[in-house]
């Protein structure tokens, strides 16, 4: 039996997830996306994977660079994570932005709750993404409330 892609997706649905926006380089290009597939995936060694669609242009640029950034957004950063989502302008995503170059080289967006600046370690293919793993070269941590993802709508931590 074969799951129908929207009642996979409306499953889907019902997890909550955080937002982040993973980032990343090759020469002077410089790409990102609103990514809710990522993960943890060691402490020792620090290493975590992110999912990107293999039809995206920062998919691209993550295989050729080598590197990505994964940006934990706060619950504030609601309009940026639909600026690095729409496909709209996607080559002027960081017009106007506040960023650095990271330790790996990865774009690193100066305002994110967190940072995990990463350097990609193994790539493997999944259905219609790439699972990239990388391993965590440098962390920043300015604390905050995280974006969150619900159902098809932001919300952030309810304290209960």
Request: charged fraction near 25%; aromatic fraction near 4%; glycine fraction near 10%.
């Given at each position: 039996m074969t799951v129908a892609a929207e009642q996979f997706k409306d499953a889907l649905r019902e997890w909550v997830s955080g937002v982040t926006i993973v980032t990343s380089r090759h020469g002077e290009r410089v790409?990102?996306?609103?990514?809710?597939?990522?993960a943890s995936?060691?402490?020792?060694?620090?290493?975590?994977?992110?999912?990107?669609?293999?039809d995206s242009n920062t998919h691209g640029?993550?295989?050729?660079?080598?590197?990505?950034?994964?940006?934990?957004?706060?619950?504030?950063?609601?309009?940026?994570?639909n600026l690095f989502a729409s496909?709209?302008?996607?080559?002027?995503?960081?017009d106007g932005l506040a960023w650095e170059v990271g330790a790996t080289g990865a774009p690193i967006l100066v305002d994110a709750v967190?940072?995990?600046?990463?350097?990609?370690?193994?790539?493997?293919?999944?259905?219609?993404?790439?699972?990239?793993?990388?391993?965590?070269?440098?962390?920043?941590?300015?604390?905050?409330?995280p974006l969150l993802y619900h159902r098809g709508h932001y919300t952030g931590v309810v304290e209960g």
């Open positions: 790409h990102g996306m609103t990514v809710s597939s990522f995936v060691s402490l020792e060694p620090p290493l975590v994977l992110v999912c990107a669609d293999k640029v993550i295989a050729e660079g080598g590197v990505f950034a994964v940006h934990v957004l706060g619950r504030d950063q609601e309009a940026l994570s496909k709209a302008d996607e080559e002027r995503r960081f967190a940072v995990l600046d990463c350097r990609v370690i193994s790539a493997h293919g999944a259905g219609d993404h790439v699972i990239y793993v990388g391993a965590v070269e440098q962390v920043q941590r300015r604390g905050g409330e």
